[in-house]
């Protein structure tokens, strides 16, 4: 049985905002942020704490760098989950360089399964460990990016061009009205898609409006601007629908709106990015 981190954290499991400061009361809500998933929905948040508590009894999985990876076996679960979560000002967690936590990324398995227990922790360890990786988690400015994020760094490399075809997606959105422009620039700012690009065009009637057999008939639609710009950026198929979601609280029910137009393609071939470094 193989299983990668990057397939067991769910968007719900998400959190960019960790309310407390100290180690005891970060643990609940690591607990209530795991019942968000439908894996840990039947087990009480009471006995999720309870089974952190008494692994961080055992000594602390504060493992220096900013970095807490909280674990532990959960009788009658079926499937491993992760959660992870970004605190701002940081938890007094006991870690082992006694530096605040800034990343808990909390792990939990079926009981008898430890060997996939094991690996799934060091695979976790293994991605978190990088400076790098560390400070790109931290910029999140939202859940959802956060978890778009993550998966590009937990992906392995190989993974991630062999199924980079269906796994992502590429959105055109194209807008004609200007006063939309702003907000929906802002809007993918947040999710952290830095890598999406602009493209200046003109609409059919621009062209016709300039041919002479045209010009008096293009007339009749009036003296509006026809000028359009398109984003394009990629998205993970899992966060698509949340996209399109708040692209239109900006532009409105795009079914029913004339100014914008969203298309979604699957690519042949995806290679590259354009995010920044």
């Not at 067991?8 to 970060?26: A, G, H, M, Q, T």
């Not at 708040?246 to 029910?253: A, L, P, Q, S, W």
Request: aromatic fraction near 6%.
């Amino acid at each position: 049985m193989d299983i990668d981190i990057f397939s067991i954290l769910p968007k719900e499991c998400c959190e960019v905002n960790l309310k407390f400061r100290s180690k005891d009361k970060v643990l609940r809500e690591i607990a209530s942020i795991a019942r968000r998933s439908d894996v840990l929905a039947d087990i009480s948040e009471e006995t999720i704490y309870e089974l952190l508590k008494a692994r961080e009894e055992q000594g602390s999985t504060g493992i220096g760098g900013g970095l807490a990876i909280p674990h532990t076996a959960v009788p009658g679960l079926e499937n491993f989950l992760l959660v992870l979560a970004i605190s701002r000002r940081g938890v007094n967690f006991d870690a082992i360089d006694r530096k605040k936590v800034h990343i808990v990324a909390a792990l939990f398995g079926p009981e008898g399964m430890p060997k996939l227990h094991l690996q799934l922790l060091a695979q976790l360890s293994h991605t978190l460990k990088d400076e790098n990786v560390r400070r790109e988690l931290m910029k999140s400015p939202t859940s959802l990016s956060l978890y778009e994020s993550f998966m590009r760094q937990a992906r392995p490399t190989k993974s991630a061009q062999e199924e980079g075809i269906c796994k992502r997606k590429v959105v055109f959105l194209t807008l004609q009205k200007s006063d939309l422009f702003e907000d929906i620039i802002e809007y993918l700012a947040e999710l952290g898609l830095s890598g999406a690009t602009v493209v200046e065009s003109k609409g059919i009637r621009s062209i016709l409006s300039g041919l002479p057999l045209f010009a008096d008939f293009i007339r009749v639609f009036g003296d509006s601007v026809d000028e359009n710009r398109i984003i394009i950026f990629t998205i993970h198929e899992n966060l698509l629908d949340d996209v399109v979601e708040g692209i239109e609280k900006i532009t409105g029910d795009l079914s029913k709106h004339t100014g914008a137009m969203i298309m979604v393609i699957e690519p042949v071939l995806l290679k590259g990015t354009l995010e920044l470094v």
